[in-house]
């Protein structure tokens, strides 16, 4: 491929802009990660499988993961609460 001349490149300011725009409005932040070469492939194949895009997979996955941990914490709380009143009645 040929790159392009620096004369012919112009800057599209207006569209830089309306492109700002709209990724400061989004949710979504784009980062760079490392993962085990094993565990993208087995991403993209489920992806492959699924039709769902392989990034989307990868939140997916996290957002489960730490939906079921805050779940467990919040039990976990829920059952150091009872523990201790239960001590209470029976040291009363």
Known sequence: MKQPKMANIRIDNVGTKAIRSKMSQSKKIKITINLDAD???????????????????????????FTKRIDEESRLDALEREVKALKRKLSA
Do not use: F
Request: proline letters at 4%.
């Open 39 to 65: 565990i993208l492939s087995l991403i993209r194949e489920l992806a492959e499988e699924t039709g769902v895009p392989y990034q989307k997979l990868v939140n997916r996955t996290l957002r489960e993961h």
